[in-house]
Every structure is written in C-alpha cells, then in structure tokens.
T-cell receptor, first 114, second 113 residues
Framework: NAGVTQTPKFQVLKTGQSMTLQCAQD?????MSWYRQDPGMGLRLIHY???????DQGEVPNGYNVSRSTTEDFPLRLLSAAPSQTSVYFC?????????????FGPGTRLTVL | RKEVEQDPGPFNVPEGATVAFNCTYS??????FFWYRQDCRKEPKLLMS???SGNEDGRFTAQLNRASQYISLLIRDSKLSDSATYLC??????????????FGAGTRLAVHP
C-alpha cells in the first residue's frame, strides 16, 4: 500500500492563480481531511469528508473548495490564491473517526503564494 | 478561545529526564483524544490514543482528566530521538455536523546530551 499520497510536494503560485492539490489513499478509508499548518498555529482543519459525496467545512474553509467523487481521492482547490494561503497542506485519512482510529497523513504540499 | 490549547514550549531537557505536557480542550462533549508526534518538516504520526483509564506504552504514559478537560503526556527517561513536536488532538462532534479531529498548536521538545 502507498498509504496517503499528495501531489505536488512544492508549488509556487502568483496571487489570483488557481490550482488543485491532489490527495489519494489506497486503504479504502471513508474519512479524509485537509489541514494547513502555519508556524505557531498547529494543524487547522480546512475541509473534511466522511465518504464519497459527503463533505463538510472545518475550522478555516474560506478560499478552499473540495469534492469527493470517489473513496480514494479528495482534491483541494484554491480558486484564487492569496498570500495568506502560503502554508504547508496535509491530507489525512482514517477508516472512521473513532477512539481507536489512526489518522494517516500524507507527506504534505508546501505552497507559496507570491 | 481555541478548541485545543497547548504550551508551545520549547521544553529543553537533558537525556534521561522526565517531561510532561498538558493539553486542554474546551468542548466538554469531546469524545476521543490522541497524541501525535511530528518531526521537523514531516507529517504527523500517531503516538498514542488516550483512553479514559489512561494508557502506557513503554516510556510514554497518557492520561485523560475529563473533569478538568485536559490530557497529558509523560515521557520518562528521555532520549535524543524524542526531540520533536508533540501535538494533541481531540475528536469533537458539532451540532448539525460530523465528528472533527481538531489539533493543538503543538509542544516542542528538545532533548540534549
């Protein structure tokens, strides 16, 4: 199993550009989520999904869109990038959000918006 | 107030020391609790879940205090390899939504020779 994969690893955008961060998992997990991590802020939940076709907002959803058309994939879209979106983005998955469930994280995408 | 709060540290301790971190959470309906470890520029990895009765894994002990709404992590006999950032995480259900896993900002630990 590859686990959770994210592409690209690094990306530089100009203000106003759009892009999609890709996330895929091969563990047949229902629960997937996107976090951003900024210095001193820890991981903040952007959006999450509890299964194909079901998504919900997290703590900091503004400026980001998601969709979940398959169990495996959970892309994160930036429609019009802003410098405030410069961050490290982590995708995670788990079989469910239960007491014993482990969240598996991807290696992260380091995004810089100029 | 943040949902989950931690002392950012850093905690600088010598090898062999015992160190403890606390993490407080604001939602009394929170259901499950975890400690994650994150090495520099890497993804977080689960260290241990925190059960109501507390749990121990080698040199690591986690405790939950529901009355005071905090969880703790105790590391005994610190090793150089324990140097990392330790993140606490809490699963909280919100009215009208689904369960969410919310993280604290992390506590940095530096173990020196």
């Amino acid at each position: 199993n590859a686990g959770v994969t994210q592409t690209p690893k690094f990306q530089v955008l100009k203000t106003g550009q759009s892009m999609t961060l890709q996330c895929a998992q091969d563990m047949n997990h229902e629960y997937m989520s996107w976090y951003r991590q900024d210095p001193g802020m820890g991981l903040r939940l952007i959006h999450y999904s509890v299964g194909a076709g079901i998504t919900d907002q997290g703590e900091v959803p503004n400026g980001y869109n998601v969709s979940r058309s398959t169990t495996e994939d959970f892309p994160l879209r930036l429609l019009s990038a802003a410098p405030s979106q410069t961050s490290v983005y982590f995708c995670a998955s788990s079989s469910e959000t239960g007491e014993t469930d482990t969240q598996y994280f991807g290696p992260g995408t380091r995004l810089t918006v100029l | 107030r943040k949902e989950v709060e931690q002392d950012p540290g850093p905690f600088n301790v010598p090898e062999g020391a015992t160190v403890a971190f606390n993490c407080t959470y604001s939602n009394s309906a929170s259901q499950s609790f975890f400690w994650y470890r994150q090495d520099c520029r890497k993804e977080p990895k689960l260290l241990m879940s925190v059960y109501s009765s507390g749990n121990e894994d080698g040199r690591f002990t986690a405790q939950l205090n529901r009355a005071s709404q905090y969880i703790s992590l105790l590391i005994r006999d610190s090793k150089l390899s324990d140097s990392a950032t330790y993140l606490c995480a809490v699963i909280t259900g919100f009215s009208g939504g689904y369960n969410k896993l919310i993280f604290g900002a992390g506590t940095r630990l530096a173990v020196h020779p």
